[in-house]
């Protein structure tokens, strides 16, 4: 196959190594067009499998940690009605003594037993997030990993025969 660029000079041919003269421009218009030659489709590997697979992966456990995190990240641990319910709910006596206790304590108070349960639930999804965090690293890793070594360099296979 010749292109306009290389009318009237002489190439090699490609199967026999014999040198070949190439007729002027005029003369190319006259030749017979070579089919083109189709663009070999790039085949589905193992690597590629993982790529896919370690970016599944690490999208879900992205999208599982940040609705975690959403979901426990600013959420009271007790709720201001449920506060002015226990306060009104109980007699003038408790109250008093309960404000007593804490200003003589500072601001600290040991947490009721639902808040203690919502601040043990707060920690576990914490720790749960930072591991899909890290599976999601992982994943991700794997991914480029695979994607690197399916399109990275072929090796050829020679014919000795």
Known sequence: MVTAGQAG???QCPACHSRLAVPRLGGLAALEQAPAEPTPLRQWTVGHGWALAGLL???AAVTAAAGLRSWTVGTPLVLDGEIRAAVAGSD???VHRAYRDM????VYRPPLPDEARNQRIARSA???????WGVAAS???VAAIAF????????RVVDDG
């Open 9 to 11: 000079d002489e190439v």
């Open 57 to 59: 992966v690490a999208a």
């Open 92 to 94: 003038i006596v408790t």
């Open 103 to 106: 200003a003589r304590s500072g």
């Open 126 to 132: 914490e720790v749960f997030s930072w591991l899909l």
């Open 139 to 141: 994943a991700a890793a």
């Open 148 to 155: 690197g070594m399916a399109n990275g360099p072929r090796q």
